[in-house]
């Protein structure tokens, strides 16, 4: 909308780079361009704001299929004012010279247009397709459709409008039809996530299974090794034994030895020590017997006072003394 500024009597005019002014007055065209800006007497001045700017225009009608299914259309037409005296010549884009805002409803007028033109072209292609045609392939095929439509209309031109772009956002069946297209294709889903799961499942068994075959190898393994541990201990032992056994027989019959020469030492010993005492008993009886009677009666009472008990002192009375010393004197007489 125009930006209209009033001053004593006057008023001025200021519009958008992408609005179109057509000025006349008195019925001559004063002015004519976009964005301009000029001064004008509201109660002569006739004017008209047509906008150039690209406009989006959102559609959304039902139609039927071959089928006489209903499906819903959802797109949008993009489309701007390329020649604006025609369209402000076709349509009512006046404007009210003290407020600027437009005195009907061109805007409207084009979507309705554009609306029922387009409408009327999807609907005649949908007519003549299936279902399941129109939800698979009925997009491309409307779009270009409602295209080629627009494009051949004739009043589209002699209006001034030039369509830029057609969308088509979605074509859609009814609530129950889509949850019933939807079902085989679910049902497909659902068997191929059971199918996943089953595969899922049986994978993992076969890896428990594997791991169960790895745990009893290793504990097979582990016996086997366990086996030849207790062989080998068995063995060692056994070897132990053996040498155990050779080393006490050495021990033994170093032993043996030893006491074998130990015993003939003695022997010797003993031997050597039996004749020297037969010399020198032999000795002692030939001295003894070369001695005089009265030397070996000394020699034994001498032997026997030193196996006597020790003696500290002794009492002879004189009668004692005397007999006795007659005695020895008798005795050394006769000898």
Excluded: C
């Amino acid at each position: 909308m125009a930006d209209i500024t009033r001053r004593a009597g006057w008023r001025h005019l200021r519009s958008a780079p992408t609005a179109h002014i057509r000025h006349h007055r008195r019925g001559r065209l004063v002015h004519d361009g976009t964005g301009l800006s000029f001064w004008y007497r509201s109660l002569s001045a006739a004017l008209s704001e047509v906008p150039v700017n690209d406009r989006e225009l959102a559609m959304a009608f039902h139609a039927r299929t071959a089928d006489f299914q209903d499906v819903s259309v959802q797109s949008t037409v993009t489309y701007r004012i390329g020649e604006p005296e025609a369209a402000a010549t076709r349509l009512d884009f006046s404007i009210d010279p003290d407020t600027g805002a437009w005195r009907g409803a061109p805007l409207e007028q084009i979507a309705t247009l554009l609306t029922e033109t387009a409408q009327q072209h999807a609907l005649d292609v949908l007519a003549r397709t299936p279902l399941a045609a129109a939800l698979v392939d009925g997009v491309a095929a409307v779009r270009d459709r409602i295209a080629a439509g627009l494009a051949a209309e004739p009043r589209l031109p002699a209006t001034g409008i030039e369509v830029v772009a057609v969308r088509v956002v979605a074509i859609r069946p009814e609530p129950e039809v889509e949850r019933a297209l939807r079902t085989p294709a679910r049902e497909q889903i659902q068997q191929e996530a059971d199918r996943a799961t089953y595969e899922r499942r049986a994978v993992a068994v076969e890896r428990e299974r594997t791991i169960a075959e790895n745990e009893l190898a290793s504990k097979i393994e582990l016996a086997r090794q366990e086996e030849r541990l207790v062989d080998q201990r068995g063995t060692n032992a056994r070897r132990e034994a053996e040498e155990s056994a050779a080393a006490d027989a050495v021990r033994a019959e170093a032993e043996a030895v030893r006491k074998v020469r130990l015993a003939r030492a003695e022997a010797e010993a003993a031997r050597e020590v039996g004749e020297a005492r037969a010399q020198a008993q032999a000795a002692w009886l030939r001295v003894h017997g070369e001695v005089e009677t009265g030397t070996l009666h000394a020699l034994a009472a001498t032997r026997a006072a030193e196996n006597l008990p020790r003696i500290e002192s002794v009492t002879v009375s004189p009668d004692v003394l005397t007999a006795l010393l007659g005695r020895l004197g008798g005795g050394g007489a006769s000898s």
